[in-house]
């Protein structure tokens, strides 16, 4: 069964730092970061192209780091993180290949993960 296991998450003060983790059960070109508040549309926070190339969101460039170990898990380092960082995070996949913007584009996504909540207090 193709699955995307998110792991990581949790609560933190403001400035701390998280990691969110992705395990995929196969390969795929394309893969980010969404993030998503009660009431409010997806937000695509980061992404991966096939080719290495990254995307980020304008809130998040400069803290947040979006990468690949060496296992392939789909990582998200999160650092001097914010109040308004606080949402459930998504991991999202795609067989495609995904360019530019469109890697923080939900709807070009075809696979979720469970979501997992992030919470920064002030």
């Known amino acids: 069964q193709v699955q995307l296991v998110q792991s990581g998450g949790g609560s933190v003060q403001a400035g701390g730092s998280l990691t969110l983790s992705c395990a995929a059960s196969e390969h795929f070109e394309s893969m980010g970061w969404f993030r998503q508040i009660p009431g409010k549309e997806r937000e695509g926070v980061a992404g991966l192209g096939y080719d290495g190339r990254t995307a980020y969101t304008d809130s998040v460039k400069g803290r947040f780091t979006i990468y690949k170990d060496t296992k392939g898990t789909l990582l998200l380092q999160m650092n001097s993180l914010k109040p308004e960082d606080t949402a459930i995070y998504y991991c999202?996949?795609?067989?495609?290949?995904?360019?530019?913007?469109?890697?923080?584009?939900?709807?070009?996504?075809?696979?979720w993960g469970q979501g997992t909540q992030v919470t920064v207090a002030s």
């Open positions: 999202a996949a795609d067989r495609l290949r995904l360019f530019g913007t469109q890697r923080l584009r939900a709807p070009d996504y075809h696979l």
